[in-house]
T-cell receptor, first 114, second 115 residues
Framework: AQSVTQLDSQVPVFEEAPVELRCNYSSSVSVYLFWYVQYPNQGLQLLLKYLSGSTLVKGINGFEAEFNKSQTSFHLRKPSVHISDTAEYFCAVSDTGTASKLTFGTGTRLQVTL | DAGVIQSPRHEVTEMGQEVTLRCKPISGHDYLFWYRQTMMRGLELLIYFNNNVPIDDSGMPEDRFSAKMPNASFSTLKIQPSEPRDSAVYFC?????????????FGEGSWLTVV
């Protein structure tokens, strides 16, 4: 079984500042890792995913994440945020065997202000 | 592509009533998932299907909850009888086993309030 820990429930940040949302996972097997974003009153949308290969993954809206196997982390970053990035961000993991079953973290609320 | 379609988007019902949530997955997808989202418990996987067959229903909270997938383009999640603690957002999602990492696509959710 896998588990995901998102260390910050809320992250306030000013517009145009950089941001990092932290995610750590636990698994005894190889994993796929995902970041999803949920805008208010909407469903979840895939931001990016790590399957294999390069540990730096680029996604939509200027976000990127780095897979660190030794630290079992998959932190999400953006060099300069916009007001429109205000949303809930979820880290998720699946094992490569049952790749369709995602386990989600509890989410991080990113609040961008002027 | 139309995406995953859920109905109703919002439902308010009285305790004890039956609630049926509906989902149309993306055409061609062979996995379908039902998730529940609450403030207290976050996102929970309730049940998922592969090729219309339930694979894992260990997340279904009680016998009051049931899910069916009679064909590849339709699924229902039923709660009978409903209770106030069932108030949550219920998401349906689908994926295709042929896609790398099996990206899961979510619907907009059904917002259920039981009073």
């Amino acid at each position: 079984a896998q588990s995901v820990t998102q260390l910050d429930s809320q992250v306030p940040v000013f517009e145009e500042a950089p941001v990092e949302l932290r995610c750590n996972y636990s698994s005894s097997v190889s994993v796929y890792l995902f970041w999803y974003v949920q805008y208010p009153n909407q469903g979840l949308q895939l931001l990016l995913k790590y399957l294999s290969g390069s540990t730096l993954v680029k996604g939509i809206n200027g976000f990127e994440a780095e897979f660190n196997k030794s630290q079992t982390s998959f932190h999400l970053r953006k060099p300069s945020v916009h007001i429109s990035d205000t949303a809930e961000y979820f880290c998720a993991v699946s094992d490569t065997g049952t790749a369709s079953k995602l386990t989600f973290g509890t989410g991080t609320r990113l609040q961008v202000t002027l | 592509d139309a995406g995953v379609i859920q109905s109703p988007r919002h439902e308010v019902t009285e305790m004890g009533q039956e609630v049926t949530l509906r989902c149309k997955p993306i055409s061609g997808h062979d996995y379908l998932f039902w998730y529940r989202q609450t403030m207290m418990r976050g996102l929970e996987l309730l049940i998922y299907f592969n090729n219309n067959v339930p694979i894992d229903d260990s997340g279904m909270p009680e016998d009051r909850f049931s899910a069916k997938m009679p064909n590849a383009s339709f699924s229902t999640l039923k709660i009978q009888p409903s209770e106030p603690r069932d108030s949550a957002v219920y998401f349906c999602a689908s994926s295709h086993s042929g896609s790398a990492g099996n990206t899961i696509y979510f619907g907009e959710g059904s917002w259920l309030t039981v009073v």
